[in-house]
């Protein structure tokens, strides 16, 4: 057998007795992953002036359309595009369309969990364009209005992206679209991190009544395949990004992803309301009770509108941890975070759970120093995938 197939076999079963909190993962369901591994991985399939460069494309471009339709009604958006192979992809071609050369960008800052993308030496260079911060209140996680104001005036920035890695609450968007209007500005939303809890109806549901464009990723609260989206209801706009996709940020958009993805949005259209609710339930009382033992959360008592927890690194420096450590401990005990802090419940969602009481108690027993490998292995057996294939 294949060395690499081996070791993807031992991924899989790894990956399967463990419990992910990881925020910006999620699982694929049969179906999806069905379609990711079927012929259309190796195809092509390009349309210019209504016909196709490629034979062979009889459903190739039918389950194009049908998932760019699909994902417009589940946004209750105008136009969608899902061809970007990823959220970076997509954030490239915002930038590409909407900015010139010595134009302003303002993003939020990536100390308070803005994107690193975004930050002057990656995107900006890229594009020749120079990137401000949006201040931010670190403490109540919202953007600072005045301070924005100023900002505004001095750097009269061309686009104001939103979004965060690090995102545990919902912007007030009124007064960002106003002051957009007053300095000319386009404002964009990066829900990389949040488009399946926007899609299910648990987050920022005002999202394209006021920014100009909504794009993200499609694996991490969207349950999809790794891929990327744009929503816009302006056809002006939305032409241009389409524009800026085949031969300038990417050629083939890989269809047997967008298959996949076709299928996530069937299930995210079946089942994303309780799915997504679920997600935002569970981040919260695990915030709950966390606060309650040694593992301690941040941003009590709201603890966070997303599916994401903030952890307090004091807590964790009483046991000689860090972010890191603290996560290194949890592998071991199969427990899977990042080693930046943050703590995710998008997966375990989906996996079905719906009490958070037995993963808080995990946490803070590995935290003790108690090896809780085993239990965590037979809880994970346990569980099954939720919320796919046809509504119950
Ligand atoms: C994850 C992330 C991205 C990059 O997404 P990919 O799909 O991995 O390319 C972009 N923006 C934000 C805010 C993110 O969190």
Not at 73 to 82: F, L, M, Q
Not at 135 to 146: A, C, G, K, M, R
Not at 156 to 184: I, N, W
Request: charged content about 25%.
């Amino acid at each position: 057998m294949s060395e690499i197939l081996k070791l993807v076999e031992k991924h899989d079963k790894y990956r399967a007795g463990t419990l992910n909190l990881q925020a910006s993962e999620n699982v694929l369901s049969p179906d999806v992953r069905k379609a990711m591994a079927s012929d259309l991985g190796s195809r092509y399939s390009l349309v210019l002036n209504d016909h196709d460069a490629y034979g062979g494309t009889r459903y190739t471009q039918e389950i194009l359309e049908k998932t760019m339709e699909l994902t417009a009604k589940v946004y209750r958006a105008k136009y969608a595009e899902v061809r970007p192979t990823g959220g970076h992809i997509a954030s490239q071609v915002i930038l590409l369309s909407l900015m010139q050369r010595k134009r302003n960008l303002l993003s939020i800052p990536e100390k308070y969990g803005g994107y690193t993308g975004y930050q002057n030496g990656y995107l900006p260079q890229m594009f020749g364009v120079q990137n401000y911060d949006i201040p931010y209140n670190q403490e109540t996680q919202e953007v600072d209005l005045e301070k924005t104001e100023k900002a505004m005036k001095s750097s009269t920035p061309a686009l104001m992206v939103l979004g965060q890695s690090y995102f545990l609450k919902h912007y007030e968007l009124k007064p960002l679209r106003e002051l957009c209007d007053k300095y000319d500005c386009t404002l964009a939303y990066d829900g990389s991190h949040v488009m399946g809890i926007i899609a299910g109806g648990a987050f920022q549901q005002d999202a394209l009544n006021y920014c100009d464009v909504l794009f993200g990723s499609t694996h991490k609260t969207f349950f999809g395949p790794q891929g990327g989206i744009i929503l816009s209801n302006d056809e002006d706009l939305m032409n241009r990004f389409r524009r800026n996709l085949t031969w300038r940020t990417m050629d083939n958009f890989h269809p047997s992803r967008v298959a996949a993805l076709g299928i996530a949005m069937e299930e995210m259209s079946n089942h994303g309301n309780e799915y997504a609710h679920w997600v935002v339930k569970n981040s919260r009382s695990l915030g709950k009770l966390l606060s309650e033992g040694d593992v301690k959360p941040l941003y009590g008592p709201w603890y966070s509108e997303t599916h994401q927890l903030g952890l307090s690194q004091k807590s964790l420096e009483k046991k000689n941890l860090n972010f890191r450590k603290f996560s290194e401990l949890l592998e071991k005990n199969r427990i899977v975070i990042d080693r930046e802090g943050r703590v995710g419940t998008a997966e375990v969602t989906r996996m079905g759970v719906t009490n958070m009481e037995k993963v808080a108690d995990f946490m803070n027993r590995a935290l003790a120093g108690e090896d809780v490998s085993r239990e965590v292995g037979d809880y994970v057996s346990g569980l099954n995938i939720s919320y796919w294939g046809e509504p119950q």
